[in-house]
T-cell receptor, first 113, second 117 residues
Framework: AQSVTQLDSHVSVSEGTPVLLRCNYS??????LFWYVQHPNKGLQLLLK??????LVKGINGFEAEFKKSETSFHLTKPSAHMSDAAEYFC???????????FGQGTTLQVKP | KAGVTQTPRYLIKTRGQQVTLSCSPI?????VSWYQQTPGQGLQFLFE???????NKGNFPGRFSGRQFSNSRSEMNVSTLELGDSALYLC????????????????FGPGTRLLVL
């Protein structure tokens, strides 16, 4: 069975400082992992995905995530936060053969000026 | 290419009524999945359709049902609405299962916000 745990429900950073959103996963298969972002009153937008190619995945808007199998982690980072990054972020795992996405509980990112 | 569209965007119903939500996938996508988002339970998988067949189903009561048409558009129906059905319902489309069984990326619509009074 697959599951995902986002270690922080809320992260607050100052504009221009690095962002780290933590995610651990559990999967009996070689997982596909995703990060999605949801801005207020909007749908979910794909930031990046890992599908067993390169372990360092680059996404949109300067975000990247590193897949670490030994630590079962897929943390999301960005070198410098912008005000527009304030949103809810979801770490997601899926099994290879089904259409079911399993979401973490979400991390709310607050960016202070 | 147009994204996933969902109609209506907002809906208010009363307990006991039924509701139908619609989702039009990205052109060429054959898989449509539905999710429910609530503050308490987060994002939960409802079901997935591929080529007009339900392929996977989440842990929701039988009041929740769906279908997919030959043009890949999908509808979701909730009968006998309860207060707890108030949620944001998100639809996602993808190409389906790709080569070697890998799951193609799902792209989400803006959602339908349902309020049950």
């Amino acid at each position: 069975a697959q599951s995902v745990t986002q270690l922080d429900s809320h992260v607050s950073v100052s504009e221009g400082t690095p962002v780290l959103l933590r995610c651990n996963y559990s999967s009996s298969y070689s997982p596909s992992l995703f990060w999605y972002v949801q801005h207020p009153n909007k749908g979910l937008q794909l930031l990046l995905k890992y599908t067993s190619a390169a372990t360092l995945v680059k996404g949109i808007n300067g975000f990247e995530a590193e897949f670490k199998k030994s630590e079962t982690s897929f943390h999301l980072t960005k070198p410098s936060a912008h005000m527009s990054d304030a949103a809810e972020y979801f770490c997601v795992v899926t099994s290879p053969a089904t259409g079911k996405l399993i979401f973490g509980q979400g991390t709310t990112l607050q960016v202070k000026p | 290419k147009a994204g996933v569209t969902q109609t209506p965007r907002y809906l208010i119903k009363t307990r006991g009524q039924q509701v139908t939500l619609s989702c039009s996938p990205i052109s060429g996508h054959r898989s449509v999945s539905w999710y429910q988002q609530t503050p308490g339970q987060g994002l939960q998988f409802l079901f997935e359709y591929f080529s007009e067949t339900q392929r996977n189903k989440g842990n929701f009561p039988g009041r929740f049902s769906g279908r997919q048409f030959s043009n890949s558009r999908s509808e979701m129906n909730v009968s006998t609405l309860e207060l707890g059905d108030s949620a944001l319902y998100l639809c996602a489309s993808s190409l389906g299962v790709g080569v070697a069984g890998t799951q193609e990326t799902q792209y989400f619509g803006p959602g339908t916000r349902l309020l049950v009074l």
